[in-house]
């Protein structure tokens, strides 16, 4: 396995990011799974076959290892395969259509809803293995195309439904910003992987209802619960503040990725020829000043979990993901706006996040408490290194087009 680097105390240059991307991945390795799919992993990194395989563990990994085959790892382009012969494998629901959320250690489906955020990330699994060059990638794109145009793409609303019961008879009321926002990170990677502009547009009605409409009524606190007309919950899961994907309040770490993926939409718009909102680059400022003024914690550092409506911590431990967000948001905006604010937060958050989640283990820690200690009270182990991958390539990467097709269009390194 690759050595952990030495940590430098400036902002990371080109060949830390290099050797971390690495390590990363030679760590996720560890969670193939041989009855298909990939397991969550431990806090040592070790694969926890006491859990079910989740599909959306085993679809941002696939995705990882495409970008991996990309960078010229010849070892993961073996593991792209064994993703997407699972998903077009045992995680197929070869009679109602659609992909099962988990399945149990005798590879059959554990009971739950069909979601747009685990298809979401299938659709973005295949867009980034058709762009490494993956046997059947093509295939496995087909199909989720279709589920996702007919079965969660609202065009009345622009915006995706939540999910759906077993064999699509029955769909949930409730609606949220979460999936919608991995929807609009998939649906650039599927515009990139098909040429079919329809999933860029698609793009755009999600984030001007979530962001234009949404996030800017709330002083650019993104609003993330709603009912089936798209009328705010506000106090939705009031009595679960720590839901590790439907938490009560504002998540001050889905507005930075937000803001990331808007300035992400601006340019895919732009290189398509196809007219760019103002707004779009106007809210990704908006989105990330907010999360930092709300979110970040000036005298011991780090993102609170999540705040009320005023903008006050609720859930105060400190996830890797969200300063994953923070870091690559705010390099970005440093690349268009020339700012020296964000070169600043782009060195800080780093150096936060060098000392607090990078403890020598394969991975990241997933969750610190206040005082930079490792905590359980949301997520344990490492479950996967989707956003710690990423933000050790934004800073490499155009903004357009998505991380495979533009890790595809440039010489291996």
Request: charged fraction near 20%.
């Amino acid at each position: 396995m690759t050595t952990q680097p030495p940590v430098p105390a400036e902002a990371p240059s080109t060949a830390w990011l290099d050797a971390e991307t690495d390590r990363l991945l030679d760590g996720a390795t560890a969670a193939r799974a041989e009855q298909g799919g990939f397991w969550w992993l431990d806090a040592d990194g070790h694969p926890d076959t006491s859990r079910p395989r989740y599909l959306w563990i085993s679809t941002r990994m696939t995705h990882c290892f495409s970008l991996g085959a990309l960078l010229g790892r010849q070892q993961d382009a073996a593991l792209v395969d064994h993703g997407i012969e699972s998903l077009l494998g045992v995680y197929r629901d070869a009679e109602n259509g659609g992909w099962f959320a988990a399945l149990d250690q005798d590879n059959q489906p554990v009971p739950a809803p069909k979601g747009a955020y685990e298809h979401a990330f299938v659709l973005l699994a295949a867009s980034s293995a058709v762009a490494a060059g993956r046997p059947r990638a093509a295939e496995l794109l087909g199909l989720v195309t279709d589920v996702m145009s007919r079965r969660f793409w609202d065009d009345e609303a622009g915006a995706m439904v939540e999910e759906w019961n077993a064999d699509w008879t029955v769909c949930d009321p409730y609606r949220g910003a979460n999936a919608n926002m991995h929807s609009l990170e998939a649906c650039l990677a599927a515009a990139d992987a098909t040429g079919d502009g329809v999933w860029r547009r698609r793009a755009l009605r999600i984030a001007t209802r979530l962001i234009d409409a949404g996030a800017r009524a709330h002083e650019w606190r993104v609003p993330e619960h709603f009912d089936s007309g798209w009328n705010l919950l506000p106090e939705y899961n009031a009595d679960q503040p720590n839901h590790p994907f439907r938490p009560y309040g504002v998540t001050p770490g889905h507005g930075l990725e937000w803001a990331r993926l808007m300035l992400h939409l601006d340019a895919a718009l732009d290189a398509a020829g196809e007219p760019s909102p103002a707004w779009l680059r106007e809210s990704a400022v908006g989105l990330f000043d907010r999360a930092i003024t709300d979110g970040w914690d000036p005298e011991s550092g780090g993102f609170a979990y999540t705040t009320g409506w005023d903008g006050k911590p609720v859930v105060s431990q400190r996830f890797h993901w969200v300063v994953c967000e923070g870091i690559a948001t705010a390099t970005l905006l440093h690349r268009i706006t020339g700012e020296q604010r964000y070169a600043d937060w782009y060195a800080d958050l780093w150096r936060y996040a060098r000392a607090t989640f990078l403890d020598g283990r394969p991975g990241w820690l997933h969750e610190a408490e206040i005082d930079g200690r490792p905590s359980t009270r949301t997520w344990s182990g490492r479950p996967d290194v989707y956003h710690a991958v990423q933000v050790t390539l934004v800073p490499q990467l155009p903004l357009a087009p998505s991380f495979a097709a533009a890790l595809a269009a440039r010489p291996l390194r």
